[in-house]
């Protein structure tokens, strides 16, 4: 009796999840040469592969995932997987298939306003438009990494305009070569004939290669720089709770008593960072009664930073915070969960290209933090004696 795809797909789950990347190869092979694999227990491998650094696996299996006609959503992931991979060009290709699979049109609620004006997309392959308006999408972090590619369009001469919520507007003016900026809701004064989303833009502006990527950094640096410290104690900023919203936030979120070995470092300034879920931790976290706690609900993007500013180290689980400080240029531990590991951070830490002063570090088991909290507490206390040297020295 031949076997169900839904009991094959389990299978393959679970050995996704439990037997490691070579017998899970060995098994998705077995399946595909008995059976027609379905488009989404194909995609799901590939981007297991894509995970464990198997270029030629994943495009084997995103083979059988992108039929003719596939949809955008199959399309997309495959573009997630082979940006995982490096493979730069033909990823932010596949990534325009994103504005289709998460319904990212945002020029159609403004099209009234502009009394019918045409505004066409601005496509990979036509020529840079003389002006543009730019939509960021998605979250925040998003937002703040992106950023960095608005600079590239006015440095070309470009009329950007950057339409957002009002919260990103001293974000996006603290950028060298600044665009317009116009908050959603209010009436548009460019004249603009393109639109475009702001994760676009690499493959607009056809950033093909890492080193394309890469920018010192350049988020409020009018802000207090590093070497303008202040005497006293080390101090880090700490962020352990993401958006709820988050699809995967219950396993990129940390609980605040997990950083306990950090909080209870002696010669440290903790500081949190955190707004809105997650800072009533603080009170039912014995470590924590002497964190300062400068921000409260009511914070701005801009309060933030300049808490930031202030601080030697940022300690952050994978939320926007940590793109702010990596932005700013602020040395940051960042924390990663040991599975759903977005596309953008390597698997099993180290450096990232993204942000020349993070280190990412990364859980050894799903829930236990103690890898990489020990991993930014041993940060902590190199920089801690470095400081103390450079005190002594003085």
Same mark, same amino acid.
């Given at each position: ?14 050995? @996704?999840?439990?037997?490691? %990347? ?46 003719? /006609? ?24 596949? @990534? ?12 159609? &609620? ?9 505004? &066409? ?42 339409? /957002? ?33 702001? #994760?676009?833009?690499?493959?607009? !502006? ?20 590093? /070497? ?36 209870? #470092?002696?010669? !440290? ?22 964190? !300062?706690?400068? !921000? ?59 942000? /020349?002063?993070? &280190?990412? %570090? ?22 801690? &004696? ?9």
């Amino acid at each position: 009796m031949p076997i169900a795809p839904r009991t094959l797909g389990e299978a393959l789950a679970r050995s @996704m999840r439990e037997a490691g %990347f070579e017998a899970s190869a060995r098994l998705f092979d077995d399946i595909t040469s008995r059976h027609r694999v379905p488009p989404k227990m194909a995609s799901a491998f590939g981007a297991y592969a894509a995970y464990w650094g198997q270029a030629d696996a994943a495009e084997r299996a995103y083979a059988l995932a992108v039929e003719p /006609g596939a949809s955008p959503e199959m399309l997309m992931n495959r573009g997630l997987a082979r940006l995982r991979l490096g493979d730069w060009r033909d990823g932010w290709g596949d @990534m325009e298939h994103r504005l289709e699979a998460l319904r990212l049109t945002p020029f159609a &609620e403004l099209r009234g306003k502009e009394s019918g004006r045409s505004v &066409e997309r601005w496509r990979r392959g036509e020529p840079v438009p003389q002006e543009l308006l730019v939509f960021p999408e998605q979250g925040l972090g998003d937002t703040l990494q992106f950023a960095r590619f608005l600079p590239d369009l006015v440095g070309r001469g470009v009329a950007v305009t950057v339409v /957002g919520r009002p919260y990103l507007e001293p974000a996006i003016a603290s950028l060298s070569d600044a665009p317009d900026f116009s908050p959603l809701g209010r009436p548009l004064t460019s004249r603009a004939g393109r639109w475009c989303c702001l #994760m676009s833009l690499p493959a607009l !502006l056809g950033l093909d290669h890492e080193a394309d990527l890469v920018r010192p950094p350049y988020l409020f640096q009018d802000f207090a720089p590093a /070497g303008d410290r202040r005497p006293g104690p080390l101090r880090v900023g700490l962020s352990w709770q993401g958006n709820p919203d988050h699809p995967h936030d219950a396993r990129r979120s940390a609980p605040l008593a997990a950083f306990a070995p950090l909080l209870s #470092m002696p010669d !440290l300034q903790v500081v949190s960072l955190q707004i809105g879920p997650g800072a009533a931790q603080i009170a039912a976290t014995p470590q924590a009664a002497r964190m !300062l706690t400068p !921000l409260d609900d009511s914070a701005s993007l801009t309060d933030t930073a300049r808490v930031i500013a202030d601080l030697d180290l940022v300690v952050s689980v994978d939320t926007a915070v940590a793109h702010l400080a990596g932005g700013m240029g602020r040395r940051t531990a960042l924390l990663l969960a040991a599975a759903s590991v977005d596309w953008r951070w390597r698997r099993g830490g180290g450096a990232t290209l993204w942000y /020349g002063q993070t &280190e990412v %570090f990364q859980q050894a088991a799903l829930g236990d933090w103690s890898v990489p909290v020990a991993g930014a507490l041993n940060l902590a206390r190199a920089m801690n &004696e470095r400081l103390k040297q450079r005190v002594a020295g003085r």
